[in-house]
């Protein structure tokens, strides 16, 4: 499975942007696909995934009601769509994948296989 991110940039505080990330390769009956990032100095960190089908979505708790993860399966994309954005958000946004029912370890780095190259979100004050 190849994943490529793309989507980041620089936005003002308050703010939004929407990340793209694109699968090809290998598919699952079983996919997860999230999002993970990591601040400049900091460990990577969840922020949300989405259990492909149905389309469950997961999020971290400084997502949530900012930050929404939804999917295309025809075009095999995933999307996180980033509002009311903080300067904390600010780092590599990284897609990644899991082929295999994770439900109950969706926050955890270490449950997905593939991993993009990630993409800079920048959040100004």
């Known amino acids: 499975v190849q994943l490529q991110a793309s989507g980041g940039g620089l936005v003002q505080a308050g703010g939004s942007l929407s990340l793209s990330c694109a699968s090809s390769g290998r598919t699952f009956s079983r996919y997860f696909m999230g999002w993970f990032r990591q601040a400049p100095g900091k460990e990577r960190e969840f922020v949300a995934s989405i259990n492909w089908n149905p389309g469950i979505p997961f999020y971290a708790d400084s997502a949530k009601g900012r930050f929404t993860i939804s999917r295309d399966k025809a075009e095999k994309t995933a999307y996180l769509q980033m509002n009311s954005l903080k300067t904390e958000d600010t780092g590599i946004y990284y897609c990644?994948?899991?082929?295999?029912?994770?439900?109950?370890?969706?926050?955890?780095?270490?449950?997905?296989?593939?991993w993009g190259q990630g993409t800079l979100v920048t959040v100004s004050s």
């Open positions: 990644a994948a899991a082929g295999g029912l994770i439900t109950g370890r969706a926050r955890d780095l270490g449950a997905y296989d593939y």
